[in-house]
């Protein structure tokens, strides 16, 4: 399964971007567990953005929570990562990634930089 995203740049700090992660294959087959936008800031740890199980649950971290959306397009083999109001601290390498079976599945990443 190959995933690639885009959609990163620069932005204003109160700025809005929209990543896109396609898939090679559905995401929407009974073998998909999750999927779930990373995110990995200069000497940090990678962590957990939001997240999708199933066709409708969503999970949010506390600090992107009303301001991220998590959403996919099964007929684009699609995820996408609304962002709105970005904050200087949302800086990071964005990464898309997607479980199936015992695998899982990752991008190579997009750039995502908030500054004024």
């Known amino acids: 399964v190959h995933l690639v995203e885009s959609g990163g740049g620069l932005v204003q700090p109160g700025g809005s971007l929209r990543l896109s992660c396609a898939a090679s294959?559905?995401?929407?087959?009974?073998?998909?567990?999750?999927m779930a936008w990373y995110r990995q800031a200069p000497g940090k740890q990678r962590e957990l953005v939001a997240g999708?199980?199933?066709?409708?649950?969503?999970n949010y971290a506390r600090s992107v929570k009303g301001r991220f959306t998590i959403s996919k397009d099964d007929a684009k083999n699609t995820m996408y990562l609304q962002m709105n109001n970005l904050k200087p601290e949302d800086t990071a390498v964005y990464y898309c990634?997607?479980?199936?079976?015992?695998?899982?599945?990752w991008g190579q990443g997009t750039q995502v930089t908030v500054s004024s």
């Open positions: 999708i199980t199933g066709p409708t649950s969503t």
């Open positions: 990634n997607v479980n199936i079976r015992f695998r899982a599945y």
């Open positions: 294959r559905s995401l929407s087959g009974a073998d998909v567990r999750d």
